[in-house]
């Protein structure tokens, strides 16, 4: 409903005048002075900038890219007041939580069970394979696997190439399954051809033992060596949900996976191939680059078979045997090989010792 009119408009308060007698005529008169003086020095402001802008823009297109300043950035208090850091796995660039949540949030309505993930991790002279699950308290590993102990099993060589993340991929399972019962039940493929068999639940027996692949921050590129990890627990008997697209051999145009390259990588065969080529070009690089398999008597024809007696032998006897360290016998004195710290006294008599003995060599 509209208000009735009076038939008389009221002029706006800016405009309105005050009665001269008003004691506040003069403070308004003043605040409406500072305002104008206000927005005409904020006008001036801005137009020097822009004008200042300019002609740095100018200077600035005359300047090489290279040479040219770059523009601090001023953050002020509020902004530092305010600032919640990362978690500190992410500030040491150790962890991507984006792919954490995902693979360690487990569904309510399966209560307190385990969510299990396949933990793959590369370094310089070692792949780690660990079947890992995760606890308010921190990850709780279940079994492990190391490169390192496939030299027991019989590989006398390369314990970082994808046939060796495979055997080590597939020792884990083996281990798993042996610790929780399931080997007998199941056994996954026995003699791997290169095509993608995904481990089915048996009748008349438990589910099989089900995990997800953790590859940390590695790059998930086709022909990675976590997926050789992977394959070869899948293959061990484990349920990893996978598909074939990453595999080396995949024809992305085709969208086919050619298993005969699949298989060459399972038992070495790239590995072959390229010491038969290194062999014939450059005889001095190939005995530097596989000293190990020439000082085994290991030639490129026997790397298939070697792999494959490693692959039995894993399955013959997954359990891993923890070294026995040696205890000292009854009365036997433990030799410490670290050095005792010297005191103040000590450490300023080593001082004069090294000044003297300076100063002998200087006088001589």
């Avoid at 590995?271 to 000082?295: C, G, N, T, W």
Wanted: proline content about 4%.
């Amino acid at each position: 409903m509209e208000r009735a009119s009076t038939g008389t408009m009221q002029a706006p308060l800016k405009n309105r005048q005050l009665p001269s007698f008003s004691p506040s005529l003069c403070l308004f008169q003043e605040s409406r002075d500072r305002n104008r003086h206000q927005r005409s020095s904020a006008w001036e402001f801005d137009h020097l900038c822009t004008a200042s802008f300019n002609e740095a823009a100018l200077d600035l297109d005359e300047i090489p890219w290279k040479e040219q300043p770059f523009v601090k950035l001023v953050k002020n208090k509020a902004y530092y007041k305010r600032f919640q850091v990362k978690y500190r796995r992410r500030r040491e660039g150790k962890t991507d939580y984006y792919a954490r949540k995902r693979l360690v949030v487990q569904a309510k309505n399966k209560y307190n069970s385990p969510k299990y993930r396949l933990v793959v991790r590369f370094t310089n002279k070692d792949v780690v394979c660990q079947i890992v699950y995760a606890k308010l308290q921190g990850d709780f590993v279940l079994a492990s696997a190391y490169a390192h102990e496939l030299t027991k099993y019989g590989v006398k060589g390369g314990l970082t190439n994808w046939a060796a993340a495979y055997a080590t991929g597939l020792l884990v399972a083996r281990r798993v399954l042996t610790k929780l019962g399931l080997a007998d039940k199941y056994e996954g493929v026995t003699e791997p051809d290169g095509t993608i068999a995904m481990t089915e639940a048996v009748e008349d027996a438990p589910r099989p033992f089900k995990c997800f692949l953790d590859v940390g921050l590695k790059r998930t590129s086709t022909g990675s060596r976590v997926f050789a990890a992977m394959k070869g627990a899948s293959d061990g008997g484990l349920f990893i949900p996978h598909g074939e697209q990453r595999f080396p051999g995949y024809d992305a145009e085709a969208k086919e996976l050619d298993s005969e390259v699949l298989r060459s990588y399972i038992y070495g065969g790239h590995v072959a191939d390229y010491m038969r080529y290194l062999e014939e070009e450059d005889d001095d690089k190939y005995k530097k680059q596989f000293s190990k398999f020439i000082a085994a008597g290991v030639e490129p024809d026997d790397l298939e078979e070697m792999y494959q007696e490693a692959h039995n032998a894993i399955r013959a006897d997954p359990v891993h045997v923890p070294t026995q360290k040696k205890k000292p016998a009854a009365g036997e004195k433990v030799k410490n090989n670290y050095k005792r710290r010297l005191n103040l006294k000590q450490r300023k008599n080593k001082v004069q010792q090294k000044l003297k003995a300076f100063e002998a060599k200087l006088a001589a």
